[in-house]
């Protein structure tokens, strides 16, 4: 026994596991990133599992899409491979005189890559299980299309490493690999370079896979095999620069759908690019690696300091020419949003709603009027959101649109409102016969995260210097594009529009008005997007008789006149709205500081707060022109139960809950804050509101469908029969009573 383990301790693939535990941990992160991403454990509200677990290829699953991970995880795997050869072959030596030197190494080092991909298949076919429904005949065909890309693409990695690589691409890539002698001169020879200690091996895998002692080399000239040794060092190169090109070149063309790899498998070979420039740092530098590291950050920095790229974003139809850049500061605001202003804003939406009601009831009634406020929420908000106006517009027979005179809110609850308004809006108009068809709330469910993902890997992280034009004007492509695109895209050219084409039917009171928000990261003001004036809204109505207001949110039509305001992509209103901290970019507006906009849920995830002002503001003209008014609040969350409950029974919770609270509990905050605003609302108009919550109630409250832009197929229909449950019965019972009320 104590032979076997000795046998055991020095079999070759057992030193090589120990090895890499024991040196350049760093490399082993890689793995260890993926594990915690297939777990659950990292960037589980991102969905990130997802892109792994389920790839998407032209909006769907299938051999193909499998295929092309697998395949893109066996380009993983081979600079997993190539990279920790280069770093550890002078521990190894003896290898080089072996005719196969590279393939045994592979063989040998297969131990995490094996347990990886056994790991891997368990999770994602439990996943394909439970979560997408898939059945057996299906998840089989999957798992075998995951293979064959990784067979596929496994036997041309060898192929090239022991034909093509022999003769053709050693003249271009041998400077390349080989330190360079400039750089050696500046770097002199340092004595922690040297790291002896090659390590002892009896038995090894043969590349006939069959079990070998290795004592028969243990004599071979340490120079020797390092000279052997260093022929496969251009491999790297080559296949870094390979997965980087091939990269690029999908990113420049991201707008063709057919070379749009599934995100999981761009993610895959934007981690071998990294590992392998791991790896060449390390072998180029040796012990001066952190000083490597240091001055990579530092040129990156500089290179931002100077605009030579830039990390944020931009809203897409703004003119960004700097002579029309306006100042952004308080006394700018205080010259813009004025009393007399306020006021004139103020008048101008009490006209609109004097149009409404003209369209809304005979001059002899007073109707029902309706303001929406929708919740944050990523895709899981925009599904409920346009599940629940489509079911209640339809139980009402179309009064719950004819009804509603603005529409509010945070995210992605906005994106599904924006939606449902547009369809009707074209229904209106002629151009669609059947608002209610169910591709609509199938176009709203469809994955927005995989274009995010992919073309943060292809392109953000890659080549942030892509350009586009748009109206005229140049723009970055990145992310936020491909966000843009791709919601344009399943919503059917709905959302493909500037604001100001729905100028018009919005001033006449046809459809809702939109108030779409943001908020302004510089200081926290609210950016407010509205094709009408909205003065009335960015500040609280007690401050007009101050001298210095307190003006908490800015008209972004009122500040960018010059900038063609109203040319702004309806999409890239919603982005802004929607933009979740790294999962979309940040946009920076052209003003002086720039203004930078992120999600509109870090002021209001519920939209309630500008709906109550509106309410508050425009409270004299309801009193005298409407029956009853309607504050529907459209929540992914349940009112009372917004986050689980957590105590400090650990002493990683003991340390992290304070730091963390803000940031763990910040919608709770809000949702139990607006409690306060609900209860004096009715007060604005004689007590004739009525507070309407609708909420998603998942069957298992364990279970409830992930915060992110990708929902799997157990989760639509958790969110499709949410309408179902007893309390939201009950609650759009109410709603439709209400809405078929007229007064004299």
Same mark, same amino acid.
């Given at each position: ?19 890499? #535990?024991?040196? $350049?941990? +760093? ?6 990133? &993926?594990? /915690? *991403? @297939? ?62 030197? #590279?393939?045994? $190494?592979? +063989? ?6 094996? &347990?990886? /991909? *056994? @790991? ?78 090659? *390590? ?154 004097n149009r409404w009601k003209t369209h809304s009831a005979a001059d002899t009634t007073k109707p029902v009027m309706v303001v929406i406020s929708v919740s944050g929420g990523g895709s899981r908000s925009a599904y409920w959101t346009f599940r629940v106006l489509q079911h209640v517009d339809s139980l009402s027979g179309g009064k719950l649109f004819k009804n509603t005179v603005m529409i509010t809110g945070a995210s992605g609850g906005m994106i599904g409102a924006t939606y449902w308004r547009n369809i009707h809006d074209a229904h209106k108009m002629g151009l669609l016969q059947n608002p209610y068809a169910p591709k609509y709330q199938q176009n709203v469910g469809k994955d927005l995260l995989n274009a995010i993902i992919f073309s943060l890997a292809s392109i953000d992280l890659i080549s942030p210097f892509n350009k586009i034009t748009t109206a005229g004007y140049k723009y970055t492509k990145d992310r936020g594009y491909a966000f843009e695109r791709e919601l344009a895209r399943i919503t059917e050219g709905m959302l493909d529009h500037p604001i100001s084409y729905y100028s018009s039917r919005e001033d006449s009171g046809l459809i809702p008005q939109l108030i779409i928000n943001g908020t302004i990261i510089n200081d926290g003001r609210k950016l407010m997007i509205c094709n009408q004036p909205i003065a009335y809204l960015t500040q609280p109505e007690y ?202």
């Amino acid at each position: 026994m104590r032979k076997l383990i000795r046998n055991l301790y020095f079999f070759l693939p057992v030193q090589l596991l120990l090895l890499h #535990f024991r040196r $350049y941990q +760093l490399l082993l992160i890689f793995w260890l990133v &993926l594990v /915690l *991403i @297939f777990t659950g454990n990292l960037a589980a509200h991102f969905g990130a599992s997802t892109l792994f677990l389920y790839p998407e290829y032209m909006d769907e699953i299938s051999f193909l899409s499998m295929s092309m991970l697998g395949g893109a995880f066996c380009v993983f795997m081979m600079m997993w491979h190539i990279t920790t050869f280069i770093i550890h072959s002078k521990r190894i030596p003896y290898l080089g005189a072996y005719r196969h030197a #590279f393939l045994i $190494y592979c +063989l040998n080092n297969s131990i995490i890559p094996l &347990l990886f /991909l *056994i @790991f891997y298949s368990v999770v994602s076919v439990r996943h394909q299980w439970h979560e997408e429904q898939m059945n057996i005949n299906n998840i089989i065909a999957l798992q075998s299309g995951f293979y064959t890309g990784f067979a596929g693409v496994l036997l041309i990695s060898f192929a090239y490493f022991f034909r093509v690589s022999r003769d053709f691409f050693k003249s271009t890539f041998q400077k390349i690999t080989k330190p360079v002698k400039k750089l050696r001169k500046i770097i002199k020879h340092d004595s922690l370079d040297k790291d002896s200690g090659t *390590i002892v091996v009896k038995f090894y895998i043969s590349s006939k896979f069959t079990i070998l002692a290795a004592d028969e080399h243990a004599d071979a000239e340490p120079e020797v095999m390092a000279t052997v040794l260093q022929r496969h060092h251009r491999n790297i190169a080559f296949a870094t620069i390979f997965a980087y090109v091939l990269l690029l070149i999908v990113g420049i063309y991201i707008d063709i759908p057919y070379l749009r790899l599934p995100a999981g498998a761009g993610f895959l070979l934007l981690f071998a690019i990294v590992m392998g420039l791991s790896g060449a740092l390390k072998y180029f530098l040796k012990s001066w690696e952190t000083i490597g590291w240091i001055a990579f950050v530092v040129v990156l920095s500089v290179m931002v300091r100077f605009q030579m790229f830039d990390l944020r974003s931009i809203a897409y139809g703004l003119d960004y020419h700097k002579s029309l850049e306006q100042v952004y500061h308080y006394s700018t605001l205080r010259s813009l949003f004025t009393k007399v202003r306020y006021n004139s804003d103020k008048t101008m939406e009490e006209a609109r709603l004097n149009r409404w009601k003209t369209h809304s009831a005979a001059d002899t009634t007073k109707p029902v009027m309706v303001v929406i406020s929708v919740s944050g929420g990523g895709s899981r908000s925009a599904y409920w959101t346009f599940r629940v106006l489509q079911h209640v517009d339809s139980l009402s027979g179309g009064k719950l649109f004819k009804n509603t005179v603005m529409i509010t809110g945070a995210s992605g609850g906005m994106i599904g409102a924006t939606y449902w308004r547009n369809i009707h809006d074209a229904h209106k108009m002629g151009l669609l016969q059947n608002p209610y068809a169910p591709k609509y709330q199938q176009n709203v469910g469809k994955d927005l995260l995989n274009a995010i993902i992919f073309s943060l890997a292809s392109i953000d992280l890659i080549s942030p210097f892509n350009k586009i034009t748009t109206a005229g004007y140049k723009y970055t492509k990145d992310r936020g594009y491909a966000f843009e695109r791709e919601l344009a895209r399943i919503t059917e050219g709905m959302l493909d529009h500037p604001i100001s084409y729905y100028s018009s039917r919005e001033d006449s009171g046809l459809i809702p008005q939109l108030i779409i928000n943001g908020t302004i990261i510089n200081d926290g003001r609210k950016l407010m997007i509205c094709n009408q004036p909205i003065a009335y809204l960015t500040q609280p109505e007690y401050s007009l008789r101050l001298p210095s207001p307190p003006i908490d949110a800015v008209d972004y039509c009122a500040f960018f006149p010059e900038q063609n305001a109203k040319q702004l992509l309806l999409t890239s209103a919603l982005r802004m709205n929607a933009t979740f901290p790294y999962v979309l970019p940040v946009v920076r507006l052209p003003s002086q500081p720039r203004m930078n906009i992120m999600d509109a849920g870090l002021r209001d995830n519920f939209g309630v707060q500008v709906a109550s002002r509106y309410l508050h503001v425009l409270r004299d003209w309801q009193n005298k022109n409407v029956g009853e008014t309607i504050l529907l609040e459209i929540r992914d969350t349940r009112e009372n139960d917004v986050t689980g409950n957590t105590d400090q029974s650990s002493l990683a919770n003991m340390i992290a809950d304070p730091l963390f609270v803000i940031q763990n509990k910040w919608e709770a905050f809000q949702s139990y804050g607006y409690n306060y605003i609900k209860d004096f609302a009715p007060a604005y108009v004689d007590n004739k509101l009525h507070v309407i919550t609708l909420q998603y109630i998942p069957r298992e409250f364990k279970k409830t469908a992930t915060l992110n832009f990708h929902l799997t197929r157990q989760e639509k229909e958790d969110l499709y029969e949410s309408i179902n449950q007893s309390y939201n019965e009950a609650e759009i019972k109410r709603l439709v009573n209400l809405l078929n009320k007229q007064k004299q």
